[in-house]
Each structure stands twice: as C-alpha cells, then as structure tokens.
C-alpha cells in the first residue's frame, strides 16, 4: 500500500492511470498474438477424427464471367493437379462469346477430366455468382465441392491432394489465399492485410468458432449444400464464402488445411486503390457477421490502437523512466507480433514477411478506418 502511495505522489493518478492503461492493452494484445493467433500457428488437422479411409472423388467448380484468354495459360495448373482419386474441374462461363467458349471447350481435348457449361448472358436477367455456382455444383458429378475463381491458381500441383485430405477430416475443408507477390511497398501492403485479415477467420476456424473461409479455397460436400438449400442471401452479390459457410459450419464438421501446400495464389489485379475496392466490396458482408467474431477483430483493432497512443501519450508527457517502460513495452509487443506473423506465414506459405512488417503494423489500423468509413455508403455492386 505504501509502495502505491509512493507511485501515486511520485507520478500522480494521471500518470499511474496512464502507465495501467498502457499495462492492460498491452496484455490484450498479448492475448491475441500469443493465444487466440497462437492456435494457428500449433493447429494440426491430422489430429481431428478421420470421417473417410481415403481421398475422395473431387469436384472443382470455376465461375468465369470475362473472356480471360490468359485464364486459358493458367487452366492447366487447376486441371493437371497430382491427385490418388479421380478429380474434374467444371467451368461454368457466363457470357455470349462464342470463341471463347468454343476456346475453353478446346481444351477437353488435352483434357478429358474438363467439363464446361455454358449460361447465355442476358443483360435484362443477369447471372450472380451464386447462380453460375448453383449450376456448377448440380452439374459436378461427385458429391465433394471445391470452389475457386479465374483469379486464383494453385500454388503446387498437390494443392488438390491436401483439400482431399482436408475432406478425410471433415466435410466442410477451408484454405488459405495469398496475394501474388510481386515488386514494391504496395504489393507488400496487401499481401500483409490478406494475411492479416485472414489470421481472424484462421483462428476462428481452429477454435471450432467458424465464420468464414477464402472464396478462391474452400470446398464442401453436395449433401451439406442441399440440406442447406442452397446458398443463403440471395440478394447480394456476395456471401458464398462467409455468409453461407456460417450457415452451414459446425463445431465438428470443418476442416483447415493449413500447409503451404493447400495455399492458392491470387492474381492482383491493380493497386492500391483496387485492393481498397475489394476490403470495401467483400467487406459489406461484415455487418452479417456474428457478434462475437465482429467483436474479436474490433478488439483486436482498438486495442492496438488505444495501445499506440496511450504509450505515445506515455512518451511525451511522462518522466524519463516511465518514457523507457512505454519504449519496451512498445518494442516487446511488435517482437510478439512478428514471431507470431511470421510463425503462421510459414504455416501458409507467405514469405518475406518480416522486413518490412513494422511499417504494416502502423498502416494497417488507418487501412481499416477507411475501409470502415467508406461502408457507410451503401455499395451498390453488392445488393441484387
């Protein structure tokens, strides 16, 4: 008591006050980045009960809305996937472009396990994503589900065999995504907020708490779909991947596929400004999302945040050695953030990570800010 007393006259209840705030952020923070992000980086999926002796019979559904002649360099990487059972891959294009579709159709001459359907695009009627999906998955001819989109390519020629297996274990099996990664600070920026954004349903889903997947990796089985009736809200644009997947998750029936292996590589298709366009459209789901994973992620972002100022307020206003506290305990933070980032980038295959993490962690707080502040304005690509 008279040891308080002594801190209380010595720094005065501004200062204590502030100095205990600084403390009980910073165990916050601890707690993500040591315990809940710290199951990612221990999960193993070979522990979870097996549900079938073997690999099962697989069925790859691509979406296609453009007439993306370069998607027909990439199709291979898809359609010659090292695989112990039987796989196709079903390309549903939506459009009206005969050569095209006479071009895609080409290919089940070099390979038979191709198959394509074709939806006549009509501008007064027009096909969502989830329609092209629907007519995928009731044309696939196996019962396991696995879905991608034109953007995304595997990232091995196993990344098939380690969604079978994740299908061994579960019958809902979700995988990570990357950013393609290329030169500059900009790329690096966004392959950090997919990593980033990707650690909150990456724990969720190895804490039974399943909420979301990546909608380039993630797959499921046709009995799990029908009993669900199909995709749910069917008036966005959006949701395959978080909406439906809340849906139809439970404790026991999701599996991760957490291996460099099971990674898909996502081509970025612009800059910074595009990658913003993305958080904001895929992000207008968030307002569906449960409340306690939407109250993980705020508590993530805040805490952080309250913890940057505090211990700058801490930095200019207070004495020289409580000045030095803030500094370690701002060092010893980021040095628990990036042992653990860069843990879970191993476990998903992302690397160069730590270099230059420092300037994301600052960065991506106000990323989100803006993304946040321009949900406000209702995003009309989203509702139907």
Known sequence: MQYFDYIISHYGWQGTSLAAVALVLFFVQLYYYIGAYGRISSFRNSRRKKILTSEPPISVIVPIFSEDYSYLDRLPLLLSQQYASTFEVVLVYVGRD?????????QRLLYPNLSVTKIEFNPRFPISVKMALNVGIKSARNEH????????????EQWLAMMGKGFMRGDIVLGYTAIEATE?????????????????????AVNK???????????????????AKGFTHLNM??????L???????????SVALVPKATMIEHPWGGFKWWISELRHYGSAY?????????????????????????LAMIILLPLELKLAALALMLLRYLVVIMRIRSVAKRVGEKGVALRYFLFDLFNPILMLCVRVSLIKRDSTVWR
């Open 209 to 227: 708490q399943t909420f979301k997947g990546s909608r380039n990796n993630f797959g499921f089985t046709k009995s799990i779909y029908f009993a």
């Open 287 to 311: 307002a569906f999302y449960p409340i306690g994973a939407r109250n993980r992620i705020e508590w993530d972002l805040g805490s952080q945040v309250l913890l940057f100022v505090t211990l």
């Open 237 to 242: 644009n959006i949701g395959e991947e978080d």
């Open 244 to 254: 439906f997947i809340q849906r139809i998750a439970k404790r026991n029936n999701v």
């Open 98 to 106: 005969t050569d095209y579709y006479d071009e895609l159709t080409r």
């Open 184 to 204: 500059g600070l900009t790329n690096y920026i966004m392959r950090m907020s997919r990593l980033q954004c990707s650690l909150y349903w990456l724990a969720a």
């Open 145 to 156: 589900i696995v879905i991608t989109t034109t953007s995304a390519v595997p990232a091995s």
